[in-house]
């Protein structure tokens, strides 16, 4: 049989209560006659020969490529950069697809008597991974190898000395990388391709780049007009990306892109409720949903965020393929989509979804109140293709407990951007160009970079400017279940209970609202006709 | 008739910056236009003899309505009538100069109102002032008038107390002590003598082998681990204390075996009967008021000065802290408003003295408007019931009912609270707690204090609320009765005349109230003002340095956890276990050897990284850093830190951690000063710091070096530190700032008013039992 697609349930009296995330932990609620459900199309089938399909795309390049064996020669410099720990979420049950990837790579390196090869993290503005995550992505064999003799890397914004500018686009966006990467004969790129934003020529000109360079797209102007961010065609953000890429190109980089997509098989069969539809639990779904919201319930926050990030997703390889960047991502996209977008008719007053305890941002961390924002306004919210989900002047219903808690390891400017930026101002224009540079140069944050494993000081900008678009549009944000202090804090309303969330949406936008709920997981996109 | 007689007449007064002094001097500018003031004042240490009266008697709400009467005019209207004598009523000839020996033999009228009033005074210094000053006094005005030849009449009116009556039952009539029966006959001279005498014994004694090493043990209690100059300093203190305590108790002892209840009423006693020896040569008149208490009407409702007798029992009951006080309901409380005690000492001023010696008048309420002490606990109660205080939670107080219970079983009860107290403080202080939790024995030992002074409030009260005795005031109603209508109504002291229902409840409580300064609003944070003030001058742009110490300063960790996690960062796991079971074995020992001396508890750490690489110790403690430091620290130092920088302060770590640990930190401070090890030959580390390790006193040197090197002001600086160790870097600076202060140093923070701080750890992370090193 094969997947089914998207499916939109209209409540009505036989539906029972919908499943919602809350950090780490779930609700379930019972939505209002006439609501629409958004449930996700499901897993599609994997590709049946991975490692042979992996094989096949190296040697069968898209686009005006050669095949990768045939760009290798002996004494050259070849760099394969990956994407870091952000994709896929959660982390893949072993072996995650970079390594598998990424080991035939050197195969073929390694018969052609390549020597001097670099592997980077393309790590951007991101931290650095600790040794069992790097172990995790590349697997024991290519870790032990490449750290003893300093050939695995991680990818330094502030690292002057390993950067170079290769000049500015038309638009005048100055373009700097990472030296070792653009100077080598070639760069290969490997990624997860997990949702739409990611991958084509976001993933060298974003993922290899210092500040100079991020902060011609990283900011308010551009993500208000990215409209979404997760449609590369409407967004500004990924203009941006593509006149860098391009001119990476005409600078001499040469890339060999390998994508990869993975379908939505996201969570174990312990938790297999998370994946169906609730009317559809068996008795195994209904037992295993009370037992872990019992057990999550019981224990403390940092108890449950510990299961739940142990937790690894039985992904399954959906494409792969090489060559030349934008040749890539074309087909890419199409996979993403093919197993993510849900044709939506007509716009909401009211959206609601669920916050995971997961996001790009907190990996076997915690989810602090600014990434609940991010996750929410930014990433949930833009999970669109056409328009969003919620008209203009909505309301958006945000189910999370919202935590003050932040880890001083990872986010060490979070707390000080919560602490003193958002307790003046969530204006996202008015702390960019009042607080920006003051993080972004700050010499301890970014020695914490550098040296730690934290997010660089200028972070938790990108994400507040990631919600600037929703931010926009909303009438109104409520947080479900959060922290009322903390809630505030971000500028938005708490509710205890969703009978009080929804009256208070109808003071934004009046009686008899229409209500739509995004349900994940897994993942998906809408896309509004 | 009052104004006329004493319009033009110069008098001398004595006491003025008292509660009853003010009010007469007040009472004289204001009632008398024609009269001129010389007031003895003692110079303080700093200011002279008429800065004390500007500042102590002129700045004080009881002139306010003489300013408004006078408008601009009233400092030159003060200065061409007040006029300031220097001098003190302890020393021989009041230490006047010749000129104001002039103006004392020239004066018609001597006030002398000077006293120690307090009961709980050392013995030779009441014996000094309130019993010797008014015969000390009365000499030197007959000496210079004879030395000046003055032979116009004087008159001097010595103020005493009702109580000098003692312990007496009955009537107390207004007669010399010596005429009334039962009088005991003492030689006051041998008393004097003995008294002088006891100070210098008690001294002895304080310095006793055995008493010393009391001392000690109690400075090193309190203190800690301060080093010696701080010790030595608190074990000097208090002695100084406890010489003040012995003569205090021994004024009591002294005399209730003579028939009086304190010391003052003692001395008092003693004082009139020396003073009247020389009744022959100075014509003397002596007034004797009861308890006196709040202005009925003038210079207003309810003026008060200074926090006395009855207030802070009052104050105590309210809080909830006082739940009895002993005392018969039916006896008679004997108090009377300040306005009419100054009322009837300026009409005796204008009366003169008695043609047939020495007068004595009584000025109390006891005998011709009784006010009961049931009478009087009731309106307390039922006032509060309306009017409560309110707690810092912003909760009100409810006030006990009250059930006479008698001084025994109140003493025994309080008695038993404070030792009960006292243990579970002992107890709770010797546990390693700080922080908030610390707050809590800081608590226990504010509540025992209450309760001790509550305590004090009943031995030296108690007997003032049992008193039987009647004070007869019949010659101060003669007085009184000798006035014409309008005098009676402007110089209104006729005890009658009080109300004590609207008295209570309308003048007194709420003036006490408000004197007190307790909350009579529910809101909550009373004392958030002086926090945000604090902090305010902290983080002021003007400060020059800020000084941290590490451990539960910046990080909660040690020296220990550090160690653990170094040496557990590379075995396998089995052996992780059994290395932390052994540490942990060592745990009590380890903790005792850093209470008894920080320095050698860290050399004994030290002496672990024997044999060690400094490279892979560099490499790991940068793992130790994010796995571990970054975790354990509190955000909001990190934070404060920054805040110092940004605002131009230099920043400078000193802690006896050592400098492989710190690297990472570095970037945060403008300056670290730690410990390092040595190397020896073959390139590892031996076990042995460089230099002393920089801990207690060593620090706050560390600190003065630091300071003068870089041109920065100490009194400019500020220092945020944890426990008592780092009390001499705290005291070397302008600003400490204690940070989840031990319970020690909590109290000390109390005390002193410094700003202190809760920092925590950042929420949300798992919690760490055991300094076990592994990767991330």
Redesign the interface.
Known sequence: MSPRPGFILDVDKSTPPALFWHGEGFRLEKLPMGSRVIYPPEALDPLKDPLGAIAHALENPVGDSSPLSSLLFADMRLTIAFDDLSLPLPSMQPPDIRQLVIEQILDLAAAKGVDDVVLVAALALHRRM???ELRHILGDRIYDSFNKMGRLTQHDAEDRSNLIHLGLTDKGEDVEINKRAATSDLLVYVNVNLVSMDGGHKSVATGLASYKSLRHHHNVKTMVHSKSFMDRHNSQLHSSNWRMGRLIKEAGVKIFQVETTLNTNTFPDSFGFLQKREWEWNLKDRTGFIAASAALGKTP???S??ILHSIRSPYQLTGVTAGEVEAVHDITIENVFKQQLVEVHGQTDILTMGLPYIGPYNVNS?MNPILVYCLGLGYFFNMYKGMPLVRKGGVLILSHPT???????IH?SY??FF?NVLADTTDPLEIESKYESAFATD??YI?LYR???AYHGVHPFYMWYWGAHALDHLGAVIILGGDPKTVHRLGFMSASTMSDALEMAQSFIGPDPSLTHLHSPPLLMADVK | MIVDRLSGKTIFITGSTGFLGTALVEKLLRTVPGCNLYLLIRPGRTSTASERINKEILKNDCFDRLRETYGDQFESEIASRVHPVSGDVVSDNLNLDDSDRKFLADCDVIIHSAASVSFDSPLDQAVEVNLLGPRRVAETAIQARSEFGVTKPVHLIAISTAYVAGRRRGLSPELPLSDTPFSIQLEWHSEVEAARGLRADVDLKSRDSRTLELFRKKAAKELGAVGVPLLVDKQEKLRTQWIHDEMVRAGIARATSVGWPDAYAYTKALGEKALLEKQKEIPITIVRPSIIESAMLEPKPGWIRGFRMAEPIIISYARGLLKEFPGVPEGVIDVIPVDMVAAAIVAVAAKGPGKGGPEIFQVASGSRNPLKYATLVNHVRTWFQEHPIYDSDGQPIMVPDWSFPGRGRVQSQLDKTSKFLQALEQATGMLPIRGEQANFIVDIERKRQAVDNALGYVELYGTYAETDAIFKIDNLLDLYESLDEQEKGQFAFDPALIHWESFIREIHLPSVVQHARVKTTPTKRPAKSRVERNLALILSEERHLAVFDLENTIISSNVVDTYAWLATRRLPKLKKALFAFDLAMQGPSLLALDRKDRGDFLRSFYRKYEGAKPQTLRKDSQEFFNAYLLKKSFPAAIERIRRHRSLGHKTLLITGALDFILEPLKPLFDDIICAELEIGDNGLYKGRSLAVPPTGEARASILADYAAEHSLKLSESIAYADSTSDLPMLEAVGYPVCVNPEPKLAAIARKRGWHTEQWDKAKGLPPVYLPIGRSM
């Open positions: 600790t040794e069992s926050p940092w108890l965020r510990k915690i935590r003050r808690e932040f880890d001083p390891t060490p707390i000080d602490d010499p301890w020695h040296t730690g494993h």
